[in-house]
């Protein structure tokens, strides 16, 4: 069964400060890993990584994918009271109907993130 | 605007009362999918839609049922509801194969009484 682990599940920072949120899969068949920030709605999308040792970036944020280590971490510098938000990893999981593709999305638990000002 | 709209965004209701969630897509995806997200538990995905006429358990399907019938929707059906079922729901939908970005709906919270 495919697993996704994220940590820490909660942590709580003064603004300006970086923070580094990691996430462990064990999937069969990896494609690829990606990064979710819910705040209080919908999951928006941050990052797909699909190769390993790539960094995404985005401003403040970055994310890099580690194949051999089957983890990834999110990096946000400079941390603004607006990137609280639960930030979730993902990794698609593979159907098992011919042609490729995936059936879905196994979550994390998420890392709740909190700046305070 | 490129979308996924869910209705209702809140709804409290009784015990075995079916209700439906609907789900509408703009973007012209084959990927559908409905997740629930509980505290402590994460998002799980309850069913998933290939195409039009293809649709599939996920991890957690008991007490629900989809369909899809067109392209743009797929509802969500509890047909006896209970209070277990309280939840946050989400319905997403992708171009093809789930290695892309996955849009969400708005939510859906579901309490059932």
């Known amino acids: 069964e495919d697993k996704v682990v994220q940590s820490p599940l909660s942590l709580v920072v003064h603004e300006g400060d970086t923070v580094t949120l990691n996430c462990s899969y064990e999937?069969?068949?990896?494609?690829?890993l990606l990064w979710y920030k819910q705040e209080k709605k919908a999951p928006t999308f941050l990052f797909m990584l699909t190769s390993s040792g790539i960094e995404k970036k985005s401003g403040r944020l970055s994310s890099i994918l580690d194949k051999k280590e089957l983890s990834s971490i999110l990096n946000i510098t400079a941390t603004q009271t607006g990137d609280s938000a639960i930030y979730l990893c993902a990794v698609p999981r593979p159907t098992m109907y011919s042609g490729g593709g995936a059936d879905g999305l196994t979550f994390g638990k998420g890392t709740h993130l909190i700046i305070q000002p | 605007e490129a979308q996924v709209t869910q209705n209702p965004r809140y709804l409290i209701t009784v015990t075995g009362k079916k209700l439906t969630v609907t789900c509408s897509q703009n973007m012209n995806h084959e990927y559908m999918s409905w997740y629930r997200q509980d505290p402590g538990l994460g998002l799980r995905q309850i069913y998933y839609?290939?195409?039009?006429?293809?649709?599939d358990k996920g991890d957690v399907p008991e007490g629900y049922k989809v369909s899809r019938k067109e392209k743009r929707n797929f509802p969500l059906i509890l047909e006896s509801p209970s209070p277990n079922q309280t939840s946050l729901y989400f319905c997403?939908?992708?171009?093809?194969?789930?290695?892309?970005?996955?849009?969400f709906g708005q939510g859906t919270r579901l309490t059932v009484v």
């Open positions: 997403a939908s992708s171009f093809g194969p789930l290695n892309t970005e996955a849009f």
């Open positions: 839609s290939m195409n039009v006429e293809v649709t």
């Open positions: 999937v069969t068949n990896f494609r690829s």
